[in-house]
């Protein structure tokens, strides 16, 4: 009797880029990629909500410690904002706070009432998000039956477009299909909120799909319901996506591998340092002396 196959096991290091199916948590494709790849060491940056689908990042053994970094990029989005309902949740998840008819607007009133939510703009959070309150996320202090009032954030959206305005059938409520590019930390849910607001019928969001998160897009994103193991992108390969690469000597390399401070200096904090063999060792930032300091050493 022939004994059973061993469980795969990764060591190796690097990022995919997972195309998020619908119904599935961000936490739940980390659980995946673990049972795929044979290893605890997984996380990704920039959580979608279940509802949503599309680009999350997704960081294997040491390029988990790029994740807070990557995170920060801006991102594109598709989505679809229901007009002429609020809910609890802002999205379809959510249950509804009354309905306003909505079937009298335009394609030209919507896409006037947007124009305010683009640029520099303080947006309100919905109650319902990851951020923390007191140490809870905000979302546990809703369903534990709890008042949430977060406070105002700036953030920056760059285009916030209409694409098509469509009746829903059997109801008084319009369907906006939009595009929306934004700083890290804009909920699209929000807009749609607000967006709702303005109107004076209130709104919700029923469908996301993220389609960048900086230079990471949907091309040759991976399904994760596969059952073959994904290959990873190398993590030098996934830092000269997200930031300046600078190559180093041998000499640069060993004092990087014990994160001493280089007099080079470096063009952004962070920079990529990529050693004479092409692996990505560290990123660094500038320092006051003219040099450059360690933001994280990796290996």
């Not at 394609?107 to 703009?121: E, H, L, Q």
Request: aromatic share 4%.
């Amino acid at each position: 009797m022939s004994s059973p196959t061993p469980p795969l096991t990764t060591t190796a290091s690097g990022v995919l880029v997972v195309d998020k199916p619908s119904g599935w948590t961000s936490h739940q494709v980390v659980g995946r990629v673990r049972r795929l790849l044979g290893t605890r060491k997984v996380g990704h940056a920039g959580t979608l909500d279940p509802m949503a689908t599309g680009v999350l990042i997704v960081g294997v053994n040491r390029a988990t410690r790029l994740l807070g970094h990557l995170a920060l990029h801006d991102k594109s989005y598709l989505a679809t904002i229901r007009l002429g309902e609020a809910t609890t949740t802002d999205d379809a998840e959510g249950e509804s706070l009354g309905r306003t008819p909505a079937g009298p607007l335009d394609a030209a009133t919507v896409a006037s009432a947007m124009g305010p939510f683009r640029g520099d703009i303080l947006q309100v959070p919905s109650a319902v998000s990851a951020i923390k309150v007191d140490g809870r996320r905000a979302y546990a202090r809703v369903r534990a039956g709890e008042q949430v009032d977060l406070k105002a954030r700036p953030v920056h959206v760059s285009r916030f477009d209409l694409l098509a305005l469509r009746p829903v059938p059997g109801a008084d409520l319009v369907d906006a299909d939009v595009v929306v590019d934004c700083s890290s930390g804009t909920y699209v849910r929000a807009l749609a909120r607000d967006l709702g607001r303005a109107l004076g019928v209130g709104g919700h969001l029923t469908a996301l799909r993220r389609t960048r998160i900086g230079r990471y897009d949907l091309t040759g994103a991976i399904d994760v319901t596969c059952d073959d193991p994904p290959p990873l992108m190398p993590m030098a390969d996934a830092a000269a996506l997200s930031f300046p690469v600078v190559r180093l000597d041998e000499a640069e390399a060993v004092a990087v591998g014990y994160g001493r401070p280089l007099a080079r200096e470096v063009p952004a904090d962070p920079t990529a340092l990529v050693g004479p063999t092409g692996d990505l060792l560290a990123l660094y930032r500038p320092d006051d002396q003219g040099g450059s300091r360690p933001v994280a050493v990796l290996v």
